[in-house]
C-alpha cells in the first residue's frame, strides 16, 4: 500500500474524513513537488557529466594541437640553429667529418703505439731454453715494431689534419656569421629569502678569502711533506768512492749529449731486472748520478740504453757512428750528426760551467776550474791522437771529440774500484 494510502487510512480514524483528506492532498502535493525537483537534479547532474566529457575532449584536443605546433617550432629553432652555427645545412656534414678524422686517427696513434710497446718489451724478456736473450741486439726489436711507427705518424697526420680542418671550420664560420638580434626574455625572479644552506661547502664558499687562505695552508702543508724528505736525503746519498766528476771535456760533451736530443732516445738507467742486465751491464746505482746536473735518466728507448756504454767501443766507433750511423749498426733509425765532425768545440764557457758545477757542489777545486781549458785541450789532443791511428786527422777542435770523451765516461767509475762507499755527503 503507498505511503499516501496508509497516511489516509490512520487519519481517517483519528481527525476525520475532512481533515485527513486536506492533510492527504497536501501532502501529495509536496511529495509530487519534491520528485520534480529530484528529476531536474537528476538531469543538471547528467547535463554536467555531458559537460565534463566534451571539456575533456576538448582539452585533449588542444594538447595535440599544442604538442603538434611545439614539435614545429623546436624544429623551426634546431634548423635555425643549426644554419646559424654551420651557416648552411651542408657544413654539418663536415663537421662530422672533422669529428670522425680526428677519432680515426687518435685511435690509430695510440693502438699503433699500445702494441709496439708490448711487443718490443715481450722482444726485450725473451729469453731461450739456454737462458740467452732470443734477441740480443736492441735494433732488430726496432724493425720489428718500424711498421708500426710508420702507422702511428699516420694516425698522427689523420688527427693534424681533422684538427686543421676543425680550425678553418671554425674561422669560416665565425667570418661568415651575421649578428643575432637581441630577444627580449624573462625569468622567475630570485628567492631573496630561501632558507640559508648551513653545509661546509657552502659556508666556505660564501668566504672565498677564508676558502683562499686555507687552500694555500693545505697545499703548502703536501708541498712540504714532499720537498722536505728530498731536502733532507741530499745529506744521506752515500757516493762511491770510485765516482769522479766529469772533466772540462767530458762536461762539454755532456752538454753536447743535452744539446742533440740524445736523451729523448736514449736512457742511462739500467733496472735490476735479468734482461736488463744480460743486455746492457750490471744495474745503475744512486751513486753513479751524484755529480749529474740534472741527470738524464731518459724515459723511453727508442735506442738502447747507454749507462754501460764506455769503454764498449773503440774511439773509431763512436766517430763513424755520428757520421753515419747504419755503417756501424745496421738497420739503425738513427739520424747522423755529422755536423759534429765539423764543427768546433766552444771552449768560452767551459770556466763558467765548472764555476757553476761547483756552486751546484761538485767538488771541483779552485786549481781544476782555473786550468779547464788547458785540461780540455790535452784530453782532447789524446782522443784525436787516438783517432789519427784510423785515418781521422785534426780532430783536436771538434764537438765530436767532446761527445766521445762524455760517451767514454758512461758507467765506468764503478768499473775502476772496488765500490767501496765514501762518507755521506754534506
Known amino acids: 500500500m503507498p505511503l499516501s494510502g496508509k497516511l489516509s487510512l490512520g487519519l481517517s480514524e483519528k481527525l476525520g474524513e475532512e481533515v485527513a483528506s486536506g492533510l492527504i492532498n497536501a501532502f501529495n502535493e509536496m511529495e509530487v513537488a519534491h520528485r520534480t525537483e529530484f528529476q531536474?537534479?537528476?538531469?543538471?547532474?547528467?547535463?554536467?557529466?555531458?559537460?565534463?566529457?566534451?571539456?575533456?575532449?576538448?582539452?585533449?584536443?588542444?594538447?595535440?594541437?599544442?604538442?603538434?605546433?611545439?614539435k614545429q617550432d623546436m624544429a623551426a629553432m634546431r634548423g635555425e640553429l643549426l644554419q646559424k652555427i654551420a651557416g648552411v645545412q651542408s657544413e654539418l656534414i663536415k663537421w662530422t667529418f672533422v669529428f670522425w678524422l680526428g677519432t680515426i686517427g687518435i685511435v690509430v696513434y695510440m693502438v699503433s703505439m699500445w702494441v709496439a710497446g708490448v711487443t718490443q718489451g715481450l722482444m726485450l724478456r725473451a729469453f731461450d731454453a739456454q737462458g740467452f736473450l732470443v734477441y740480443g741486439n736492441f735494433t732488430e726489436t726496432v724493425l720489428r715494431v718500424l711498421p708500426l711507427y710508420y702507422i702511428r705518424a699516420f694516425g698522427g697526420l689523420l688527427y693534424l689534419i681533422g684538427m686543421l680542418m676543425l680550425v678553418v671550420n671554425v674561422w669560416v664560420?665565425?667570418?661568415?656569421?651575421?649578428?643575432?638580434?637581441?630577444?627580449?626574455?624573462?625569468?622567475?625572479?630570485?628567492?631573496?629569502?630561501?632558507?640559508?644552506?648551513?653545509?661546509?661547502?657552502?659556508?666556505?664558499?660564501?668566504?672565498?678569502?677564508?676558502?683562499?687562505?686555507?687552500a694555500l695552508i693545505a697545499v703548502s702543508i703536501g708541498g712540504l711533506v714532499e720537498l722536505v724528505p728530498l731536502l733532507a736525503a741530499k745529506s744521506n746519498v752515500?757516493?762511491?768512492?770510485?765516482?769522479?766528476?766529469?772533466?772540462?771535456?767530458?762536461?762539454e760533451g755532456r752538454d753536447l749529449y743535452v744539446r742533440e736530443g740524445c736523451y729523448l732516445c736514449h736512457s742511462q738507467m739500467i733496472r735490476p731486472f735479468r734482461a736488463e742486465t744480460e743486455r746492457y751491464g750490471d744495474y745503475?746505482?744512486?751513486?753513479?748520478?751524484?755529480?749529474?746536473h740534472p741527470f738524464q735518466f731518459g724515459s723511453r728507448r727508442i735506442g738502447p740504453d747507454l749507462q754501460r756504454i764506455g769503454g764498449k767501443y773503440p774511439n773509431i766507433w763512436?766517430?763513424?757512428?755520428?757520421?753515419?750511423?747504419?755503417?756501424?749498426?745496421p738497420g739503425s733509425i738513427m739520424p747522423p750528426f755529422a755536423w759534429l765532425l765539423a764543427d768546433r768545440l766552444n771552449t768560452s764557457d767551459t770556466v763558467a760551467k765548472l764555476r757553476a758545477m761547483r756552486t751546484l757542489g761538485?767538488?771541483?777545486?779552485?786549481?781544476?776550474?782555473?786550468?779547464?781549458?788547458?785540461?780540455?785541450?790535452?784530453?782532447?789532443?789524446?782522443?784525436?791522437?787516438?783517432?789519427?791511428?784510423?785515418?781521422?786527422?785534426?780532430a783536436e777542435t771538434r764537438e765530436i771529440v767532446a761527445l766521445i770523451a762524455y760517451l767514454q765516461r758512461m758507467g765506468t767509475d764503478i768499473k775502476k774500484a772496488p765500490l767501496a762507499l765514501a762518507e755521506p755527503r754534506p
Do not use: C
Not at 42 to 70: G, M, W, Y
Not at 196 to 211: G, K, N, T, V, Y
Not at 238 to 251: G, H, N, W
Open 40 to 70: 531536474e537534479l537528476r538531469h543538471d547532474i547528467a547535463r554536467l557529466e555531458n559537460r565534463v566529457v566534451e571539456f575533456r575532449a576538448e582539452l585533449k584536443q588542444d594538447i595535440t594541437a599544442l604538442r603538434f605546433e611545439l
Open 173 to 214: 664560420t665565425v667570418r661568415g656569421a651575421t649578428p643575432v638580434p637581441d630577444e627580449e626574455a624573462s625569468a622567475p625572479a630570485l628567492q631573496r629569502n630561501a632558507p640559508p644552506d648551513r653545509s661546509w661547502q657552502r659556508r666556505l664558499e660564501a668566504h672565498p678569502l677564508q676558502f683562499a687562505l686555507w
Open 238 to 251: 752515500p757516493v762511491i768512492a770510485s765516482v769522479k766528476p766529469y772533466t772540462p771535456l767530458e762536461l
Open 284 to 292: 745503475s746505482k744512486a751513486g753513479e748520478f751524484v755529480y749529474d
Open 318 to 329: 763512436h766517430y763513424r757512428h755520428m757520421e753515419d750511423p747504419r755503417s756501424t749498426s
Open 362 to 394: 761538485v767538488p771541483y777545486t779552485p786549481e781544476e776550474v782555473d786550468n779547464a781549458v788547458k785540461d780540455l785541450q790535452a784530453q782532447a789532443q789524446a782522443i784525436a791522437t787516438d783517432l789519427a791511428t784510423s785515418g781521422v786527422q785534426s
